[in-house]
Structures are given as structure tokens and as C-alpha cells.
């Protein structure tokens, strides 16, 4: 890709131009013009004015204009380190043209990321918000080019740029306060793992669309025709499962659902994988065959607590496959509507119990990926 420059004096961020005051107008009073000069005073001293530190990529780029250096001279993608004329830091990446339809952008607390059609060409750019995070940023827009590198085309260098992006954020906005409980981590494995299954049968966009335990939704996976709740226990010390309420293994009109059980067992280093190896496993895989699919994958995530910055090497475990159970009529389970008077219903529900409802996986995906196999045909 040939390397263009910016025009200096429009990228975003600039100071928005006033047509001059007509000399036919009435003048103010004195009075006014003193109260408007004090206004003006006091919006000069809230814009911010930072100081660039040294040794950054953005060093000697003067403030209070738009300034840029490319990045790399050998890059293939038209990167360039950026000051705004607010003397806000930024990476921009120039592109041929506006992708189609044009993709939604994560709004991020102390990140700007947006499209901008300047004169020179349509940019994507990246503005930090605070600069007592420029360290972090520094390293932040370093590892979405080098993510972008990879790419083999510009649409795809777009994708990972702003997927890099999202997963960045946590940085610049501190991480949440604790790591998830053990429960929560042999939980969430165990929905990844359902949705390993569910990618290979579907595909990821599909899947992870599928994909409602995170945003607190009765059921874990929503198809179209099929809905999955997933439990994980310990091995054989735990004969069964808990049902944490009484919409879990509710019925859903028109819709199948299953229950997908997986022991989730905590074992000794080296043996086993934490949180953090399974989460690696998936990205690394989205990151070969569908890299569009990235940004909803953290978004999911995100909704499920799970802070990559978090260390998680304390607990490690070891997972079963996932067994499924035909939840139909007979099935033993305390389901709403419940009577008047009762909520938060909770119970144990006995393994023995499930085991006549029990279905092989060679007999449920079939079921599962069969509508949507008829639509892609």
C-alpha cells in the first residue's frame, strides 16, 4: 500500500472555526464585552494542555496543531502516531476506503475510536482520553499494529485493530476489583467448552451470537431451535448439579432444551489448565479462521467477569466433555410457572436422575446444527 499523508489540518479533534463577526452588527457594551473576555478566560484554563514526556513515539510532534509520524516506513499498513490539537495522543490508521457496512465501535471510558473522511481519505483513529495512561497507550497501539501485521488484507487489519482495541481497555480503565470465585471460573469453562462444540458446528459468529449466559439471560445457549443449560460439578465427589432457579430448565415455546453437564475437577501444577489457557485457546483459534469474530467474543467476556489482567495460575483444572440430557416431559425438575408465594427457587438435582434422559453428542449436534446446515445450503 502506497503511504499518503494526512492533511495537517483536519484530522479530528480540531478546534471548530468561527465565520468572523459582520462589522454591520451592533457592538456589545462594555459591560458584555468584559463578561464574554472572562467566559473565554475561563474556557482557555479548563482545555487541556499536556505535556508530551520524552522518549514516547509522540516526542517532538508539536502541540496545538495535528502532527503525525508513520509509524513503521516498512509497514504494509499506513499507521501513524498522531497529536490532536488539543495535544491529545492518538494512533491512526489510514485506509482506502470505508469498509461496508461499516462496523460498530466499542465505546470505551478513556479511549476514543472512531471513523473520520478527511480530504486525504477515510482513518480509523485511536485518542487516548487521559494522559496519565500514555505509558499503557503506548503499549496499547504497539500490539494493534503489530496485531494488523498479520492481516492480509485491509478489512482484516481493520478487525483486528479495533478487536485489539476492546481487549486493551481494561487497562486504561483498571481492571475490575476481584478475580472471579472458583465457581464462577468452573462455570465459565464450562460454557466455553459447549461453546468450542457449538463453533466447530456453526461457526463463530452464530455461536458466540448463541452465546446469553453472560448477559444474565434464564438459559446459557439460545438457538433457534434448541436452548442449552450448561452445569458444571466436581468429578465423582459431587453426584449432582445445582439449578439456580426455576427458569433454568423451564421449557421455551418451539425449542428444545437440553441440560449439558461437564465435571470441572481443581488438580495440582503442572497438571491441568487455568481460566486464562482456555480463554487463549479460543482467541488464538478466532484469531486463525475468524478474526470479525474477536470483538464479540471479548464483549461476552467482559458480560461474564472475566478480566484478562486478572492472574489466574493459582487454580488449575481439568474438564470432562460435556454430556447432554434431554430435558422432556418426566425429567425431574422444579420449573416455573411455581406456585404463588415462591421465588429463587433453588435444589439439587441427582445425576441418577438425569442418567435415563442421557444423549450421546453424536445424537444432539445433528439436532442442533441441522436448521441452520438447511439455511447455509
Not at 74 to 93: E, S, Y
Not at 159 to 180: D, K, M, P
Not at 276 to 301: F, G, K, N, Q, Y
Not at 304 to 331: C, K, M, Q
Request: net charge neutral; proline share 8%; glycine share 6%.
Amino acid at each position: 500500500m502506497v503511504s499518503r499523508n494526512i492533511p495537517r489540518t483536519c484530522l479530528p479533534g480540531d478546534y471548530p472555526s468561527h465565520p468572523a463577526r459582520s462589522r454591520a452588527e451592533p457592538s456589545n457594551t462594555s459591560s458584555t464585552r468584559s463578561a464574554c473576555a472572562r467566559c473565554s478566560a475561563r474556557k482557555r484554563s479548563k482545555r487541556r494542555h499536556w505535556v508530551i514526556p520524552n522518549d514516547t513515539p509522540w516526542t517532538g510532534l508539536e502541540a496545538g496543531k495535528v502532527d503525525t509520524r508513520r509509524v513503521d516506513a516498512k509497514g504494509r499498513w499506513n499507521f501513524f502516531w498522531a497529536v490532536m490539537p488539543r495535544a491529545d495522543v492518538a494512533l491512526v490508521l489510514q485506509l482506502a476506503e470505508l469498509p461496508k457496512p461499516v462496523p460498530d465501535l466499542p465505546k470505551l471510558k478513556n479511549l476514543e475510536i472512531r471513523f473520520q473522511t478527511l480530504p486525504g481519505g477515510p482513518i480509523l483513529y485511536i485518542r487516548l482520553k487521559d494522559s496519565a495512561q500514555m505509558e499503557l497507550f503506548e503499549t496499547l497501539c504497539r500490539d494493534v499494529v503489530a496485531a494488523a501485521g498479520l492481516s492480509a488484507t485491509e478489512a482484516e487489519a481493520l478487525e483486528r485493530s479495533i478487536g485489539r482495541t476492546f481487549r486493551w481497555h481494561y487497562l486504561l480503565r483498571g481492571g475490575r476489583a476481584e478475580v472471579l470465585s472458583e465457581e464462577a471460573q468452573k462455570g465459565l469453562i464450562g460454557e466455553i467448552e459447549v461453546l468450542k462444540r457449538l463453533i466447530a458446528g456453526l461457526g463463530a459468529k452464530p455461536a458466540l451470537m448463541a452465546w446469553t449466559g453472560p448477559s444474565g439471560a434464564p438459559k446459557d445457549f439460545e438457538l433457534k431451535a434448541d436452548c442449552i443449560e450448561v452445569k458444571a460439578r466436581r468429578g465423582a465427589s459431587q453426584p449432582f448439579v445445582k439449578i439456580s432457579n426455576e427458569y433454568q430448565l423451564s421449557d421455551v415455546p418451539d425449542r428444545r432444551l437440553w441440560l449439558s453437564i461437564l465435571a470441572v475437577d481443581k488438580v495440582q501444577p503442572p497438571h491441568g489448565r487455568t481460566l486464562t489457557d482456555c480463554v487463549a485457546e479460543v482467541t488464538d483459534m478466532l484469531e486463525r479462521t475468524e478474526p470479525s469474530a474477536i470483538l464479540a467474543w471479548d464483549l461476552h467476556l467482559a458480560d461474564a467477569g472475566y478480566d484478562g489482567l486478572h492472574d489466574y495460575a493459582p487454580w488449575r483444572w481439568i474438564v470432562s466433555a460435556p454430556e447432554f440430557h434431554a430435558v422432556t416431559e418426566g425429567f425431574p425438575r422444579i420449573a416455573a410457572p411455581v406456585p404463588l408465594g415462591l421465588s429463587n427457587v433453588t435444589y439439587a438435582l441427582a445425576l441418577s436422575a438425569c442418567a435415563p434422559f442421557s444423549r450421546t453428542w453424536e445424537t444432539v449436534h445433528p439436532l442442533l446444527f441441522a436448521e441452520d446446515d438447511d439455511e447455509r445450503a
